[in-house]
Structures are given as C-alpha cells and as structure tokens.
C-alpha cells in the first residue's frame, strides 16, 4: 500500500494479513524447535492484542505438532510503572490455564516491543502467579529503541523505526473484524492516536 496523507501524517503497510500469518507459522515453529516440543510450553498474551496472537500461535503449534498448548492471559495493568502519571486505566483479564505456570516454559506474547517497560511489567505480574522453569518472549514486531535490556526470543518482524513513528497493529478479532495489518504513521503535529511506549 502506497503511503498516503491522513490527518496524523503519512501511513504506510510494512504488514499484510498473509504477512502476519507466515510470521506466526515461523514463530511457532521456533517455540516448538526451542522448547523440544510443546509439552511443557503455556502461552500468555498480554493485551489487548497479545491474546488473540496467543491463540493463533497455540493454533498452529497444535497443527503442527498435534500438541495442544494452553494458552492464558496476563494483565499487566497494575504493575505499570507510569500508573502513577495515568492512573486511570481499563483492567484487562488474567486467566491461568488448568495446571498453573509452575514449571512450565512460559512464553508471553504481545504485539510491539519498544521500550521494554511492559514486559518488565510483564514479568512482575508473573512472578506474582507462581514460578515458571523458564520465561521466553514472541512479540509480532520489534521496533527498536529500548530502555530496558529486555529482548525477544521469537520476532516476526524486526521494524527499524524513528521515535516519532507510531506503529499501528490491526487484528480482526479486536478490530472489528478488519483485516490483519501493521502500519506505521508519522504524526504531522501534536500528540497521535496508537500504539505508545511498550
């Protein structure tokens, strides 16, 4: 798609939905090929749209390997540390599937990785559900420019970007049904819309 002018700047497709769809088959596949399998592996997508992107990978591990993964969510709400600067926030849910994360690989899965801040978040919450063998990250897209040593295990997408961009990931189950896309925009003034330090 052709950059065009929107009322926050430029906005080009740097995803497409079969573009996002072969990365979560690859990512899958690195789980599976890391972990020696999927018997021990739980899925925590943190939200919003780190859920449905757990789910899909649980999907196509299962196609894969026949193995049925759990898949669970993580709300990381209160653990922020800009809470204090935005204290008004929508509590997501957190739901641990049967048998808990004791022992188990978990992998969290989140949209965008930026800063680092809301893995590090993340991490706390976990730490306050029990105590996995071992912690691994799948994000869909890295842009870059952390501020913590935090890094991904599984990419889909490695996303050099400028600190002014904003990085825009639509999924169907949580946008209306639209289709699967990333997009970056350049916002032309002020304050934009979408996806913020992460």
């Given at each position: 798609m052709a950059s065009t002018p929107t009322s926050a700047g430029a906005e080009r497709a740097v995803l497409t939905d079969s573009d996002i769809s072969r990365s979560?088959?690859?990512?899958?596949?690195?789980i599976l090929e890391r972990n020696q399998g999927g018997e021990d592996v739980v899925l925590l997508g943190i939200p919003t749209r780190g859920v449905p992107l757990a789910e899909r990978i649980a999907r196509?591990?299962?196609?894969?390997?026949?193995?049925?993964?759990?898949?669970g969510s993580l709300d990381i709400t209160m653990y922020r540390d800009?809470?204090?600067?935005?204290?008004?926030?929508t509590l997501g849910r957190?739901?641990?599937p049967d048998g808990g994360?004791?022992?188990?690989?978990?992998?969290?899965?989140?949209?965008?990785?930026?800063?680092?801040?809301?893995?590090?978040?993340a991490l706390d919450a976990l730490n306050d559900l029990g105590r996995p063998a071992?912690?691994?990250?799948?994000?869909?897209?890295?842009?870059?420019?952390?501020?913590?040593?935090?890094?991904?295990d599984f990419v889909g997408k490695n996303l050099p970007t400028a600190r002014a961009e904003r990085v825009r990931v639509q999924l169907a189950e949580t946008d209306d049904g639209?289709?699967?896309a990333v997009t970056i925009s350049t916002p032309a003034a002020g304050p934009a819309a979408?996806?913020?330090a992460r």
């Open positions: 979560l088959v690859r990512i899958a596949h690195e196509r591990i299962g196609e894969t390997e026949g193995t049925s993964v759990p898949v800009d809470l204090r600067g935005q204290p008004t926030r957190t739901t641990v994360i004791d022992d188990k690989v978990v992998v969290l899965v989140d949209d965008v990785l930026y800063s680092g801040r809301t893995i590090r978040a071992a912690v691994q990250l799948a994000v869909l897209v890295d842009r870059g420019h952390r501020q913590l040593p935090i890094r991904a639209r289709p699967d979408g996806r913020t």
